[in-house]
């Protein structure tokens, strides 16, 4: 058992505001403190990976490498440290190999020292070329594996999992327990045994949620466990890591005492007690400690995203029917451990199925590559009698599947041209298409999430987060405003849904009038008539939520058969395939790539 002083990870700056508030810290709150971080003394700070990349394009219109760049030039002490979901980067699909590669050597590049790496499914074949692109530029290799619980998941299947890791070039193994399930008894167990049987330092990642993380990390650090994951206390606890300071309270005077500057750490927790507060409008309610994640393995980052998107539908009365969805889905997936990419595609189709009213009746393209295999090997066989519901006859690949996919480097790059004139702006083109060209477009136009003040009751809306967000100051308090969607009207009024606080307000609006103008270059004031109309036949087709179409498949004219995809609308970051709900033929087309689309419209209709 080791001796030494433990050494600590901090979250702040990427896991903790990404389980607390959907990843939404800017750059902007990070840079003040960041010299400060960098005096504490720690192993290294995690700022970068996961879902910050995503979202600092899709909704603070910030370049997520500018970000790490600067926050490398002000941490000049500390290894960086990220978070990369094997084949899938940062994204949510398996990326070629050429992109994986390139994408790990301008990460170490721009300032990440340290890359902990991982698969959804601990599928290790998933991880072979981002742990060899990361050896080959020089990076450090923190391979870790997902701590679930389930039929098959016992301290000899983990340990055996950290071997095989040990084996391809690991120089950190990691116990990446996203949903928080690992206990403290079972915890020093497990610590105690990968100590006794790998010769490399053990790393622990848990969270809160299920209000179990401090007793576990404290029993992992008594099995001799060499670094572990905390997030300064005020942006701590619930579905984030445990409190640093509490950590090192229980460690003062022992062994394992880091001996950190305590005057220094309140005064950082002093500095994020503040800036939590102009994320307040992001936080679930869902904090915990919720031991019932015990039962629902759903992770911080998860909860949080899962608890906006049900608001976003109207719909997170229905949460604890998705909640309790999510473990038959689960099942039917093989048992999979929830952690992205995988949790959000059980958890949105968990989400489908209820909303629907029928399992699989809808299914994203995400679930049905699952479920051809193109993620990986699931840990037990999928339910075959979902699989066929799902694929019909369609074989399961066995192949590594990134074995399948063309290089895409060149191909992005004669599509996005001079738009992105930097390697590391192709990566972002490559990895996120359509958010990178939004960002683009936003960045010309200035719109980026900032909070303008106002006066009195003058109430202005910023271009904030995206074009159909705001904050607004009213009397000297912020309130968070998105626009959700619109809908018919009604005797000559028009419902509009906004969502205040994360509250869902609905506006009559009476009458619809929109701005046009006219032959001679005035401005005139038209009422404005839907498109769309709404659902009545039974071959009109809409989207069970708010969403945009990506792709449509079919024309006027063409003849095609009940259950034939025909529009694809992507909802709660997936995409969704919307099938024919009749055999016919396609009778009018009421919308187009881009458009945005509610559930009460008509997307095409069928006769």
Not at 189 to 215: F, M, N, Y
Not at 335 to 344: A, D, W
Not at 426 to 455: N, Q, R
Request: one cysteine or more; charged letters at 30%; proline letters at 6%.
């Amino acid at each position: 058992m080791s001796k030494s002083p433990v050494k600590i990870m901090d979250t702040t700056f990427r896991d903790a505001h990404q389980s607390l508030h959907a990843t939404r810290m800017k750059l902007e709150d990070i840079v003040p403190i960041a010299e400060k971080m960098d005096q504490v003394g720690f192993h290294s700070l995690e700022v970068w990976g996961g879902a910050t990349f995503d979202s600092c394009l899709r909704f603070l219109r910030e370049d997520p490498w500018e970000r790490l760049r600067t926050i490398r030039s002000l941490v000049k002490n500390t290894k960086l440290q990220m978070l990369l979901r094997g084949q899938n980067l940062v994204g949510y699909r398996h990326y070629a190999d050429d992109v994986v590669e390139k994408f790990v050597e301008k990460t170490i590049e721009n300032g990440i020292d340290i890359l902990r790496i991982f698969d959804a499914l601990n599928d290790l074949r998933n991880m072979e070329k981002s742990i060899q692109a990361t050896r080959k530029y020089g990076g450090t290799v923190e391979a870790a594996f997902c701590y679930t619980i389930g039929p098959i998941y016992t301290i000899d299947y983990f340990v055996e999992l950290a071997k095989k890791l040990r084996d391809m070039g690991a120089h950190i193994i990691c116990i990446k327990d996203m949903a928080g399930l690992l206990d403290p008894y079972t915890a020093y167990e497990l610590v105690a045994r990968l100590k006794s049987e790998i010769d490399l330092p053990i790393h622990l990642h848990t969270h809160d949620t299920a209000g179990l993380a401090v007793a576990t990390t404290i029993k992992a650090i008594e099995a001799g466990v060499d670094i572990v994951d905390t997030a300064i206390s005020t942006m701590a606890g619930g579905t984030s890591q445990p409190p640093l300071e509490t950590v090192c309270h229980i460690l003062k005077d022992t062994e394992r005492d880091p001996k950190f500057n305590m005057e220094l750490l309140d005064e950082i927790a002093d500095y994020f007690y503040e800036v939590r507060k102009k994320y307040k409008a992001l936080e679930s309610e869902y904090l915990g400690p919720d031991p019932k994640v015990i039962v629902y393995q759903v992770p911080g980052g998860m909860l949080s995203n899962l608890v906006n998107q049900l608001r976003e539908q109207n719909a997170l009365h229905r949460i604890k029917e998705v909640m309790e969805e999510i473990p038959r889905v689960r099942e039917d997936f093989g048992f999979p451990p929830l952690v992205t990419p995988s949790s959000q595609i059980v958890g949105t189709q968990a989400t489908l199925n209820v909303l629907t009213g029928e399992r699989y009746k809808m299914v994203t393209t995400e679930t049905k590559n699952y479920f051809k295999g193109l993620y990986g090997k699931p840990p037990v066989a999928v339910n075959e009698e979902v699989r066929k519901k799902i694929l019909g006859e369609e074989e399961f690949i066995t192949c590594r599947p990134a074995d399948l996919l063309e290089p895409e480097l060149e191909k992005a790059k004669a599509e996005i041209k001079d738009k992105a004139p930097t390697e590391e702006d192709l990566l972002s083109y490559t990895l996120f298409p359509k958010v990178y060209l939004e960002y683009l477009e936003a960045k010309e136009k200035g719109i980026k999430e900032e909070i303008v003040p106002v006066k009195k009751e003058e109430v202005k809306p910023s271009t904030s987060l995206a074009p159909t967000e705001f904050v607004i100051n009213l009397y000297g308090e912020s309130y968070h405003v998105k626009v959700g969607g619109k809908g018919h009207k009604v005797d000559g009024k028009r419902p509009y849904f906004l969502y205040v606080n994360n509250q869902l307000v609905e506006v009559i609006v009476e009458p619809l009038q929109e701005i046009v103008p006219s032959e001679e270059g005035k401005v005139e004031i038209k009422p404005k008539e839907s498109v769309r109309p709404r659902a009545s036949e039974p071959g009109d087709i809409t989207s069970p939520m708010p969403g945009t179409v990506v792709k449509i498949k079919v024309k006027k004219g063409d003849k095609i058969s009940a259950g034939d995809t025909v529009v694809i609308v992507e909802a709660m970051k997936m995409e969704n395939e919307i099938h024919a709900p009749i055999d016919g033929t396609v009778d009018e087309i009421f919308v187009k790539e881009g458009d945005m689309v509610n559930p009460d419209e008509v997307m095409i209709r069928v006769k």
